[in-house]
């Protein structure tokens, strides 16, 4: 691999690293506020995949104005699923079994739903930016890939005015350290649980519609990206913002440059020797050792 | 059949432990006599269910009296039909050994999986095992060795000729499978270690400080349930003549061994054998008429159980029976109910 090789890998590996973000981002929230791990957050992102492929379809627009659509739609969506399933689960400091089942079953609806749609074709969404491409410098960059990780960094830096500007935001970080604290200066848990999942929906809405400009898709579309989020969460430590998207770079960088010493077909395994490793060697996540570092000195 | 252990100390629980054993004696008893006594029936409709319950009842071991949440049973039960189709195959070995053999290395590929994950606590638990889940399948989907994705055909041979298929021996093999997880789930409720197993998945920490080891607790559990998955998997390989990784790996196959003792009732003798024998049954007719809805059914029906009936069908059965029985609404201790609130 020459230097330039290289420098193409670790560009990719960023614009990646930039939807990897997004995609997870969901769960953590939603896991942050409620210590739920969304296993039905493959089952928006497929959603939002053929949210955006309808539109591009019926109505002819732009798969990535598609994607901004799909984020209120699916933080409205998110708020009616709390509302009607989610909330009724017990109140715990830490997931419980219910949590993890009801999601799962969701999970089977959402994507059974998708099923009785669209069937089990695969889809794509091609547009005249699909093959576009740009050079920068001795570069040559995919314009989709391009505009998808512009979307995805404004989002997350929308969120995170959100999350540090806002009341709720403020809501948001005090409930993920300490719910039991957080109630007792006054946060309305359910109201900030409920905006919470909304905009944990809304994420994986977002991320599915933006992957969908990216790769082809089927009902089964959001598993081995659920998979890839499990990976980046867990590396980034569960609640820690600024961690999952360290732990989306790491994965990024793996998946990357793993492709050239391991056959295709490996793939998933290489990110859940990741998984695994780093739940033994860091339960906390890359965070954790961050704090660590940062306490020691 | 299996004669309940002399109680060593623990009086109290091994006494219910004789009833449930003759229960499980009996119908035992009555699934081999079917085909026996001449029944002409559907034998591969019950062969199929039983190993469904098989691995229902493996998996409420691990899931519901020890409380550890796996999304990766597959693994057990793919590696046991591989185990048992090459051991059958490549090495001659008696069938019946062969599923000895598989039920082996389906143990120890749980204490492998089990020594990394096991030092998780509930939810990283789960998200490993769906990770390993993967990493096993798509392994197996590139190992040239035992066929790749093309998959592994099952050749049974004897004095050079193919052995005949009998479906009464398959379906023989099956009882007594079903048989041994009923007796083993029994044996588990009933005892230290089964009361041991609760108190980790009631409070982990709590039950380290009475002196319970969680970490070999947990590793034991899930290399007995994984023995039993194990041997199901062998014996549905025997039955198939051919498998393939997107068969017995698929994950499709975990999500259904952990719907059935949900659906019946976790952490009970009885839930997942019901659980098992509803699924088995519906599975059967459903894939039949409905195959790209039938996931979708079951995730209804795991959430409506999770929001009106955490007990399964053994605890709605349950709150029928006392509402009503009312004079039993006090007193007797209530076997703890498995789902944590």
């Known amino acids: 691999m020459g230097w330039l090789d290289v420098l193409n890998l670790l560009v990719a590996s960023l614009l990646l690293a930039g939807i990897y973000t997004t995609m997870s981002f969901g769960m953590t929230i939603i896991y942050g506020v409620m210590k739920i791990i969304n296993l039905a957050h493959a089952g928006f992102m497929m959603l939002g995949a053929y949210f955006v492929f309808e539109l591009f379809n019926r109505v002819g627009l732009n798969p990535i104005l598609g994607a901004l659509l799909a984020f209120p739609v699916f933080f409205v969506l998110g708020m009616a699923v709390h509302w009607l399933l989610v909330r009724w689960l017990p109140v715990s400091d830490q997931p419980t079994l219910p949590s993890l089942l009801l999601l799962f079953g969701l999970w089977l609806v959402l994507q059974n739903i998708g099923y009785a749609i669209w069937g089990n074709h695969d889809r794509s969404i091609y547009t005249d930016m699909t093959l576009a491409t740009v050079k920068v410098g001795p570069l040559t960059l995919s314009v989709v890939q391009l505009v998808v990780f ?66 082809s898709f089927d009902p089964d579309f959001g598993r081995p990206f659920l998979l890839r989020s499990f990976v980046i969460i867990v590396l980034g430590g569960l609640e820690s913002f600024a961690g999952v998207a360290l732990g989306a770079l790491i994965l990024a960088l793996v998946e990357t440059f793993s492709v050239q010493f391991v056959p295709a077909g490996y793939q998933m395994a290489i990110s859940f020797s990741l998984l695994v490793v780093a739940l033994l060697v860091l339960p906390g996540g890359v965070a954790s050792l961050l704090e660590r570092r940062g306490r020691a000195t | 059949m299996t004669a309940a252990r002399p109680a060593a100390g623990q009086a109290l629980p091994r006494v219910t432990a004789t009833r449930d054993l003759a229960v499980a004696a009996a119908l035992t008893a009555f699934l081999i006599a079917l085909p026996l006594a001449g029944w002409q029936g559907n034998l591969r409709l019950i062969f199929t269910t039983l190993l469904w319950t098989t691995c229902s009842i493996a998996w409420n071991l691990v899931g519901g009296f020890a409380g550890q949440v796996s999304f990766g049973f597959a693994v057990f039960y793919g590696l046991g039909a591989y185990t048992a189709a090459v051991l059958i195959t490549a090495g001659h070995v008696n069938p019946y050994l062969s599923l000895a053999g598989a039920a082996l290395v389906a143990a120890a590929a749980s204490l492998l999986i089990g020594l990394p994950t096991f030092r998780l606590r509930g939810p990283y638990f789960a998200i490993a095992t769906i990770g390993v889940n993967e990493a096993v399948r798509v392994v197996m989907n590139n190992l040239e060795a035992l066929g790749a994705a093309s998959g592994y055909r099952v050749d049974e041979l004897a004095g050079g000729r193919r052995v ?154 349950r709150r029928i029976w006392k509402a009503l029985v009312h004079r039993r609404a006090t007193g007797a201790p209530v076997q703890a109910g498995g789902v944590k609130a």
Not at chain 2, 224 to 241: E, M, S, T
Not at chain 2, 292 to 300: D, E
Request: charged share 10%; aromatic share 10%.
């Open chain 1, 150 to 215: 512009a979307v995805a960094v404004v989002s997350l830096v929308l969120l995170q005015l959100l999350l540090t500007r806002t009341w709720f935001g403020r809501a948001v970080r005090a409930l993920t350290q300490n719910p039991f604290a957080g109630r007792l200066v006054g946060i309305d848990t359910a109201r900030t649980a409920r905006l919470s999942f909304g905009l944990g929906i809304a994420f994986a809405g977002l991320a599915g519609a933006l992957l969908a400009s990216l790769y």
């Open chain 2, 164 to 317: 005949p298929f009998v479906m009464e021996h398959h379906y023989l093999t099956a009882v007594v499978i079903f048989g041994l997880a009923l007796v083993v789930s029994i044996l588990v409720a009933r005892s230290r270690f089964g009361l041991a197993l609760n108190a980790i998945r009631d409070d982990e920490d709590a039950a380290a400080d009475t002196g319970i080891n969680p970490f070999l607790h947990k590793l034991a559990v899930h290399a007995l349930a994984a023995a039993l998955v194990g041997a199901a998997g062998g014996a549905y390989a025997r039955y198939a003549a051919f498998i393939d990784p997107s068969g017995v790996f698929n994950f499709n196959n975990s999500v259904s061994i952990l719907l059935m003792p949900v659906i019946g009732g976790l952490a009970t003798i009885w839930g997942p054998v019901i659980g098992g024998a509803v699924y088995g049954i519906v599975q059967e007719e459903l894939v039949a008429r409905f195959a790209q809805i039938h996931l979708g059914l079951y995730g209804a029906l795991l959430i409506l159980v999770i929001l009106f009936e955490p007990g399964g069908v053994v605890g709605l059965a």
